[in-house]
């Protein structure tokens, strides 16, 4: 990103570069308040920031998910800091305590990333800081790989007693089919519409997520990554799924009329209302207290990928069919699957070269 900052009087004017649209390169000013190197604190520094370029440049989920960071991981830790005064030391202490606390590498990133991209601004263009406290900063080498109770992942009967809870006349048993055969996020299992989906070749293409906005309010935006935008083979089972779907909607359309909510959406209520990731949460907490099944969100994703793994497809193929921008993250994630299929390896030499015996 190309900036600039400048002081006139007691205030400083910024200006950066926002991405390219139509070939036009837009260019933004904003102005903030004089900072005193000697007097503002971490906090006063990250509020700042936040409002004058994450508000500015950010999607509505990333602010949000900042936002939580921000406010939960790093104020209560240095907020009360000079800005000025912060060191790669304290910075190192506050992420070493992070994973003293159990958390994952991937959230150990997440916090860094919001800690680098800050204070990178606050000494270039800002130029509030002499020298980013972050550069010499490392998250520690994890020492334990995921546990399989984090993933929550269910087993095939729990499943079945899922769908008979919600069978094919719930509003949400289509969202749960979507999850268990593709491995889809929960954002993206919402997202669909008929004409992201090709009934004939039995594919769905991946092309949005829904996105919860503030107030109840949800729209599409773009998929988590660029490798989350794929496309996703479905077999024989979940295509007639679809189809029975797309002709009970119909019905269904014309069933309420003038009243049904015509929104083109894949999963939706009978009243033609597009579910969204709340949705998710519902069927959650109806599956964790009446069913007492340990379920989240994600448990059919890491279900169906475990299931693959299990069945000795490619770990690449199931990295694209995730959308994971890396195999590792893949491996990494069920590694208590990759090491049952080590051993199963080792059993299976061994049966070659007896053979040969």
């Known amino acids: 990103m190309n900036g600039s900052v400048r002081r006139r009087g007691e205030k400083w004017y910024y200006s950066f570069d926002l991405a390219q649209v139509g070939g036009n390169r837009k260019r933004i000013e904003r102005v903030g308040q004089l900072f005193s190197e000697s007097e503002t604190s971490v906090s006063d520094y990250l509020d700042y920031w936040m409002e004058n370029y994450v508000h500015v440049s950010l999607r509505h989920n990333t602010i949000m998910y900042y936002t939580t960071i921000i406010n939960k991981h790093i104020k209560p830790h240095i907020g009360k800091y000079r800005l000025s005064s912060i060191t790669p030391g304290i910075i190192q202490g506050l992420i070493n305590d992070k994973y003293s606390e159990g958390y994952s590498k991937s959230s150990l990133s997440n916090f860094m990333g919001v800690l680098t991209k800050s204070f990178s601004l606050a000494e270039y263009p800002y130029q509030f800081i002499k020298q980013d406290p972050t550069r010499l900063v490392k998250i520690p080498k994890m020492t334990q790989l995921p546990k399989v109770n984090d993933l929550k992942i269910i087993s095939l009967e729990d499943y079945s007693r899922i769908i008979e809870r919600f069978p094919t006349s719930s509003n949400y048993n289509l969202a749960l089919q979507i999850a268990f055969h593709t491995g889809m996020r929960g954002g993206e299992v919402c997202a669909p519409e008929w004409e992201n989906i090709d009934l004939i070749s039995g594919v769905i293409w991946v092309r949005h997520t829904l996105i919860n906005k503030a107030n109840g309010i949800t729209e599409l935006g773009p998929p988590k990554t660029s490798s989350s935008n794929r496309d996703i083979k479905i077999g024989t089972e979940l295509s007639t799924i679809l189809k029975q779907a797309n002709i009970m909607q119909k019905r269904n359309r014309l069933k309420y009329g003038q009243y049904y909510i015509d929104s083109n959406r894949v999963c939706v209520k009978e009243s033609g209302e597009p579910l969204t990731t709340n949705s998710f949460k519902y069927l959650s907490r109806v599956i964790n207290h009446e069913l007492h099944i340990d ?3 994600h448990s059919l994703r890491h279900t169906h990928a475990t299931l693959l793994l299990e069945a000795n497809i490619n770990p690449k193929v199931i990295q ?20 049952k299929m080590e051993s199963t390896a080792a059993l299976a030499i061994d049966s070659i070269a007896s053979s040969l015996m």
């Open 295 to 297: 379920f989240h969100s």
């Open 320 to 339: 694209e069919r995730l959308g994971h921008s890396k195999i590792a993250t893949t491996l990494d994630t069920y590694a208590h699957v990759t090491k």
